[in-house]
C-alpha cells in the first residue's frame, strides 16, 4: 500500500506538470477529452486481457445511471474545470488547489454523508483554505497564465473553476465507493472512462477548435493519458475502495510541492521565495490536520473481522449441533426414527406369517385376538 502511495503521488505532479505545459499550446477541452480517451483505451485493454474481468466489465455497463453520473463528476466536470484553470492560474496553483481535496472531501462527508466531524479536522479545514488562498495571493506574479498584468478578477476566476472541479471529484469519490463497491477498478473504469470520452470529446468537436494544434501537443497528451492518468486512475480507484475517498484524496498532499518545484527546475517558474513556501507549508498542515483524526479505520477494520469471527464460531457450533443429532454419542441411546416398521420375517403360526397384511391400530388388535381365542 505505501508503494502505490508513492508511485500515485509521483505520476499526479508528473501528470500535472504536463499538463500545464500542454495547455500552453492546445486548448484544454482538448487534453482533457485527449487524456481520458487515451486512459480509456488503456484501461479497457487491460481488462479485456482479464478474462476474469470480463463479467465485472458487463455488469459496470449495464449500470447505465451509475455510469453517467459518474463520468460527469469525475471525468467532464474535473477535467473541464481543472484544466481550464490551468490555462489561467498555471498548474500549480491548480495543484495547490487539488490539494484541499481532503478537506472538501471531509465537508462533503459531514454534509450529504452525515460522517462524524471533530474540532481538529475544521480547524485544518479552515487553515488550509486559509493558506490557499494566501498562496494564490503571494505566488500571483509567478504563476502560468496569471502573469503581473493579469487581473485580479481573472485570477479569482481560474481558482474558482479549478475548485468547482475539485469539488466535484470530492462527491465523485463517495459516490464511486457507493455504486461501483463491489466491482474491480479495471472492470468499473472502462464504462466509466469512455462515458467520459464521449462527452468532452463532443463538447471539444463542438466549441474547440483544432487547427493549430501540432503533432508533438497531441504527443504530449497521448502519453499524458496513456502513462500518467491511467495508473492514476487503477490506484486511485482501488485506493477509494481499500481505505475510502478521504484517504485517497490525503495521499496527494505532497503534489503542489512536487509540481511548484518541477515547474521552477525546468524553468517556467521562479523560485519560491519564503511566503510562497510558508503557505505550502501552512496548507500541508491544514490538510494533516484534517486527516490526521481520522484514523480509526484499523479498528473498524479489527471490529469486522472479529464480527466475522463471532459469526464463523457460531456457524461452526450450529454444525455441530446438527452433526450430533445425526450422529450420536458413544453410549447414548440409539432412537429409530419414526415412521413404517420394516417388514421383518416372523414366526409363523398355521403356516401364515404373523404380522401379515395391513397392520391394525394396538387396542383393535387386542380386541380381535380377545374375540377368537
Known amino acids: 500500500m505505501p508503494a502505490l ?23 484544454p477541452l482538448l487534453v482533457a477529452a485527449g487524456r481520458t ?23 459496470a ?54 460522517e462524524p466531524s471533530t474540532r481538529r479536522k475544521v480547524l485544518g479545514t479552515v487553515l488550509a483554505v486559509l493558506a490557499a488562498c494566501g498562496y494564490a ?24 473553476l479549478a475548485l468547482g472541479g475539485t469539488f466535484t471529484y470530492a462527491v465523485y469519490g463517495y459516490v464511486y465507493r457507493r455504486r461501483m463497491a463491489d466491482l474491480s477498478p479495471v472492470a468499473a473504469l472502462p464504462a466509466i472512462t469512455g462515458a467520459g470520452t464521449v462527452m468532452l470529446g463532443l463538447t471539444v468537436a463542438l466549441f474547440v477548435p483544432l487547427g493549430g494544434v501540432s503533432a508533438a501537443d497531441w504527443g504530449g497528451i497521448a502519453v499524458l493519458g496513456a502513462v500518467l492518468t491511467a ?40 523560485a519560491p521565495g519564503p511566503l510562497v513556501l510558508l503557505m505550502l507549508l501552512l496548507c500541508a498542515g491544514g490538510v494533516w490536520l484534517t486527516i490526521g483524526g481520522a484514523r480509526p479505520a484499523p479498528r473498524a477494520e479489527a471490529a469486522t473481522t472479529a464480527e466475522a469471527a463471532t459469526t464463523a464460531e457460531a456457524a461452526t457450533a450450529a454444525t455441530a449441533s446438527a452433526a450430533d443429532d445425526t450422529h450420536p454419542a458413544q453410549g447414548a441411546e ?38 377368537t381365542s
Open 137 to 160: 495571493l503571494a505566488d500571483a506574479p509567478a504563476g502560468d497564465g496569471a502573469g503581473s498584468g493579469e487581473g485580479g478578477g481573472v485570477l479569482v476566476g481560474g481558482g474558482l
Open 5 to 27: 502511495s508513492v508511485l500515485m503521488v509521483a505520476l499526479l505532479a508528473a501528470g500535472w506538470v504536463l499538463a500545464g505545459h500542454l495547455v500552453d499550446g492546445a486548448p
Open 61 to 114: 455497463t449495464a449500470r447505465g445511471g451509475g455510469v453517467l453520473l459518474l463520468a460527469f463528476l469525475g471525468f467532464f466536470a474535473y477535467y473541464s474545470g481543472t484544466l481550464l484553470g490551468t490555462g489561467v492560474i498555471g498548474a500549480s496553483r491548480v495543484g495547490l488547489i487539488v490539494s484541499l481535496l481532503p478537506c472538501i472531501t471531509f465537508v462533503i462527508g459531514i454534509v450529504a454523508f452525515r
Open 231 to 270: 495508473p492514476v486512475f487503477l490506484i486511485s480507484h482501488e485506493l477509494i475502495l481499500r481505505k475510502g475517498p478521504l484517504f485517497t484524496s490525503a495521499i496527494a498532499l505532497a503534489v503542489p510541492f512536487l509540481v511548484r518545484l518541477g515547474e521552477w527546475a525546468l524553468g517556467r517558474e521562479s
Open 334 to 371: 440409539h432412537r429409530v426414527p419414526p415412521g413404517p416398521e420394516p417388514d421383518l420375517p416372523q414366526a409363523t403360526e398355521n403356516g401364515t406369517r404373523l404380522g401379515a397384511g395391513p397392520r391394525l391400530p394396538q387396542g383393535a388388535e387386542a380386541h380381535t385376538r380377545q374375540g
Open 37 to 59: 480517451a487515451a486512459s480509456f483505451v488503456v484501461i479497457t485493454v487491460i481488462a479485456l486481457l482479464y478474462p476474469r474481468s470480463r463479467p465485472q466489465v458487463r455488469a
